[in-house]
């Protein structure tokens, strides 16, 4: 069992920087991918970036060139840098671990980030 606990998320205006974590009870190393979700109100839960077990990342479209996914296996902690933040952003963020042979994916109980003026 993986538990995951996101942290960082806050209320930041237009043009502004955060960076979110997600602490993972498990060796990330291990893990054969994780990610960063999210979901605002009333609209599907959707991919903004992920990055594999072998360090390759992978951005959704609206992100690119904002958003930086990184890790820290010392740490157990994934990372999502946040910058040039815009209102569209708004939404929860999930932290995802995908787990072993036989997949098993975890998700974290989500972070608030609201970019608004």
């Known amino acids: 069992q993986v538990q995951l606990v996101e942290s960082g998320g806050d209320l930041v205006q237009p043009g502004g920087s955060l960076r979110l974590s997600c602490a993972a009870s498990?060796?990330?190393?291990?893990?054969?991918?994780m990610g960063w979700y999210r979901q605002a109100p009333g609209k599907q839960r959707e991919l903004v970036a992920r990055?594999?077990?072998?360090?390759?990342?992978a951005y959704a479209d609206s992100v690119k060139g904002r958003f930086t996914i990184s890790r820290d296996n010392g740490k157990d902690t994934l990372y999502l840098q946040m910058n040039s933040l815009k209102p569209e952003d708004t939404a929860v963020y999930y932290c995802?671990?995908?787990?072993?042979?036989?997949?098993?994916?975890?998700w974290g109980q989500g972070t608030q980030v609201t970019v608004s003026s």
């Open positions: 995802n671990a995908e787990t072993g042979v036989i997949l098993r994916v975890y």
């Open positions: 498990g060796s990330i190393f291990s893990f054969n991918a």
């Open positions: 990055i594999t077990r072998g360090g390759s990342t």
